[in-house]
């Protein structure tokens, strides 16, 4: 089977996130690249501060939007959060004839139509599970989700375990991980997209003369229930997390970065918070 979604809006995420950094901008954000946080101070349960590596920012309220760092993170807090990273590999191809408007999903190659006249083509779900400290400690609950995809996910056991991802410790006045490894770029799995244009081309005979032009891999942030979380853990007032995206960042950033600022201003939200809850993990200090 497959699914067909033309009226999904579809971006340029290399035009479109600058774009809305602009925006904020305008609006009077301050951007500051480049510099890693490394912890959030509390006083008497509440936010008090950031520190940087660029020094301290006094605040109330800090919205945790780390992506695939954000456990890390939480952990040197000793807060638990149960996300796990799974590696997923992309390619673009050279220009091909328009067959398709928005996205096609189909089980062996998803794609969408770029401005540049390329397509963008990945497999759905096909990801390396990166085998990191948190995972056996999270495993149980991620049983299901590997369970379901054990098909067309790979275990990736090696080097990741002592990366950026595995345990860490780090104080005020120490480098944290975050400024080791600015970016995570990690190498695409270039067999696996060899399968998937094969497959591309196969249902598609309109993609029979394209090339791969470019290929990219990326580490996925992932819940158990692949839902995100937007909720303040227990004893950090004005701490509100808004990760866990799930592979579903670029669709539903907007929303989940609407509900945070909700959360900060005490607004209702813009839909049901409990979705989000950290307490549906029902884990200690998550929970
Ligand atoms: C290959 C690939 C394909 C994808 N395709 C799609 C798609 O088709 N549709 C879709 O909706 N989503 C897609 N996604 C998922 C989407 O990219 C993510 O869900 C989204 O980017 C998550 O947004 P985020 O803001 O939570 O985290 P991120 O985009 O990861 O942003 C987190 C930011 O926080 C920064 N950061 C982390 N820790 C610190 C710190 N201590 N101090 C300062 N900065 C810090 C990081 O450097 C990063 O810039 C894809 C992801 C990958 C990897």
Known sequence: GA???????????????????????????????????????RQAGKVSAVVTERGEIACDSVILAGGVWSRTFLENLDLELPQLAVKSSVMRTSAAPEFISGTLGAERASLRRRQDGGYTIARSGAAEFQLIPAAFHHFAAFLPIIKERWRIMKIRAGSEFFGPLGRARWKADETSPFERVRVMDPEPDQRLLASVLRDAKLLHPQLADVTITETWGGLI??????????????????????????????GIGPGVGLMAAQRVLGETMLVDASNFALARFNRKSAA
């Not at 301050?30 to 946080?37: G, K, R, S």
């Not at 992932?222 to 592979?247: C, H, K, R, Y």
């Open 221 to 250: 942030d992932v819940m158990p229930d692949e839902l995100p979380v937007i909720d303040s853990p227990p004893g950090w007032q004005g701490l509100v997390l808004a990760t866990g995206l799930s592979g579903h960042g670029f």
């Open 3 to 41: 699914l067909h979604t033309p009226s999904d809006a579809t971006a340029e995420p290399k035009l479109a996130v600058p774009a809305m950094a602009r925006r904020a901008a305008t609006l009077g954000a301050i951007i500051l690249d480049n510099c890693a946080v490394r912890l959030i101070e």
